[in-house]
């Protein structure tokens, strides 16, 4: 089974960055779509962005596009987000997960894998 762990969070001031990493172990990450989710308190879980298997297509909320850049390196089995311009809305838990995708697409209106713990962002002056 694939087993994914998220880190890089932390907290950052506004217009600050920040790279999480999401490390896979149990499985390659070769044949997987990962997205990026994430959850603030009282709100709903929702997808950042998403990274076909080949790391070809890639898929970014409105609300993230232009900030933030998804990335793998399947050698080291890692997916990454790299997080600009960070604004206080931003400030949530970040998961990551498989997601509906193949070589050529990825989705975020569902996923495959299972939730883990997260790495919080904080964004805050």
């Known amino acids: 089974q694939l087993q994914l762990v998220e880190s890089g969070g932390g907290l950052v001031q506004p217009g600050g960055s920040l790279r999480l990493s999401c490390v896979a172990s149990?499985?390659?990450?070769?044949?997987?779509?990962i997205g990026w989710f994430r959850q603030a308190p009282g709100k709903e879980r929702e997808g950042v962005s998403c990274i076909s298997s080949s790391g070809g297509i890639t898929n970014y909320a409105d609300s993230v596009e232009g900030r933030f850049t998804i990335s793998r390196d399947n050698a080291k089995n890692t997916v990454y987000l790299q997080m600009n311009s960070l604004k206080p809305e931003d400030t949530a838990v970040y998961f990551c997960?498989?997601?509906?995708?193949?070589?050529?697409?990825?989705?975020?209106?569902?996923?495959?894998?299972?939730w883990g713990q997260g790495t919080q962002v904080t964004v805050s002056s």
């Open positions: 149990g499985s390659t990450l070769d044949y997987y779509a």
């Open positions: 997960t498989r997601v509906p995708g193949n070589s050529f697409y990825c989705g975020l209106s569902s996923v495959f894998g299972s």
